[in-house]
């Protein structure tokens, strides 16, 4: 079963099922949702939740209809709503012991390159911090045009910046239907899709939507990205107790398996931009270290061709000239002639502020 080999998941929660369409808060659901979690724990998983809910709570603080919001104000009600979400996971979750950060992202925030390198990074952190990142769009921030509008899609993303091997979309729907079930009685669930062709993408636009933002439409959208991000999706039914435990006991859900594996996907993010900004040329000391999976360090950098930003795509070649593998810079190319063939202690000094250790990480490096 793809959760039980799954090391790092994104686990998706829609509005609907953490508060009923009276605007009663399913304490409940949470309660038991948290023993999922806790069990994925248990099995040394790292685990990402993304939780909508921000308006809908700030509506039932507010005594406000969530249809009826101009966006200005839906802005301000997000905000007020978002530390009552906060507020109601912390005070389930701590009962069970599992530590919760918060994330906030906006469009920006996975769309490009630096920034999503920055969150992956921050992922990885509080992962070995032992806590469970719970994101949601920044949506007292974000405007129409620059927002991913339904939590469906941020957590594709979310799931494809953090290198998620596994993302669950928790509905209000068991999965993916040949027909709307509730008109049809010879529907089926459709279990395994390999490929969105015209006929899913048909079945996806006339199947009945959810109560929350997405619907179908944005489910089929984030499972797309997810199939070239190298991860398994999965629509499933959130609205049973425990609904973690009902995917991987009976497996009533519809998986959408990826195209292509998650390291390549990695490698084609990290050469994807339109041709290399530069070149760093290295000893023979820090190619044995590349050859041993470490990052690439200031120590080993001989010489520095080209003018680039943070997070730009660049060649390492040995000192003969030969190229050895491509990365994402984790500094610019001013600060590295500041820093080559030094000792990674001394870069704070030399830059005279706190910056990372390491030129090019390892994850963000492959060899060509
Ligand atoms: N980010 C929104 C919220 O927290 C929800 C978006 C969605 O329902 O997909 O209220």
């Known amino acids: 079963m793809y959760l039980n080999s799954s090391k790092k998941i994104v686990i998706k929660i829609g509005s609907s099922l953490l508060i009923n369409d009276k605007k009663i808060i399913r304490k409940k659901w949470l309660s038991e ?31 406000l209809n969530k249809k009826n919001l101009k966006l200005d104000k839906s802005q301000a009600v997000a905000s007020i709503g978002q530390i009552e979400l906060m507020n109601l996971f912390k005070k389930t979750f701590s009962s069970k012991k599992i ?76 999965g993916l239907y040949t027909k709307n079930p509730k008109i049809s009685k010879d529907a089926k669930l459709i279990k395994e899709i390999k490929n969105i062709d015209q006929e899913i993408e048909k079945i996806a636009t006339k199947s009945i939507g959810e109560y929350g933002t997405g619907g179908m439409k944005t489910k089929i959208d984030a499972a797309k990205v997810c199939q070239t991000s190298g991860c398994v999706m999965a629509i499933a039914n959130g609205l049973s107790v425990r609904p973690i435990k009902k995917i991987i006991d009976q497996n009533i859900c ?22 290399p900004k530069g070149e ?42 030969k ?28 830059l005279g502020y706190i910056s990372k250790s390491e030129v090019v990480h390892k994850d963000d490096m492959v060899e060509i």
């Not at 999922?36 to 700030?58: C, H, M, T």
């Open 254 to 275: 519809t998986w959408f398996l990826p195209k292509i594996s998650k390291l390549d996907a990695r490698k084609k993010w990290i050469i994807s931009s339109i041709s």
């Open 33 to 63: 949702f948290s023993r999922d979690i806790k069990q994925l724990l248990d099995e040394k998983k790292n685990v990402i939740i993304v939780s909508s809910g921000a308006i809908a709570l700030g509506c039932k603080k507010l005594n």
């Open 99 to 174: 530590n919760l950060s918060q994330i906030l992202l906006t469009l920006e925030d996975t769309e490009k390159r630096r920034r999503a390198i920055n969150a992956k990074r921050t992922f990885d952190n509080l992962f070995k911090l032992g806590f469970v990142p719970i994101v949601n769009e920044n949506d007292s921030i974000a405007t129409t045009e620059i927002k991913y509008g339904d939590n469906d899609r941020l957590a594709s993303r979310v799931a494809q910046i953090s290198g998620a091997d596994c993302l669950i979309l928790l509905s209000d729907v068991d």
């Open 280 to 321: 760093l040329i290295v000893d023979d000391g820090a190619i044995n270290a590349l050859k041993k999976g470490k990052s690439l360090l200031a120590a080993g950098i001989k010489k520095i061709n080209g003018n680039f930003y943070k997070g730009d795509h660049i060649k390492i070649l040995d000192i003969n000239m």
């Open 323 to 350: 190229e050895y593998a491509r990365g994402l810079s984790s500094f610019t190319s001013d600060e590295i002639s500041k820093i080559k063939g030094q000792h990674s202690n001394k870069i704070n000094e030399l």
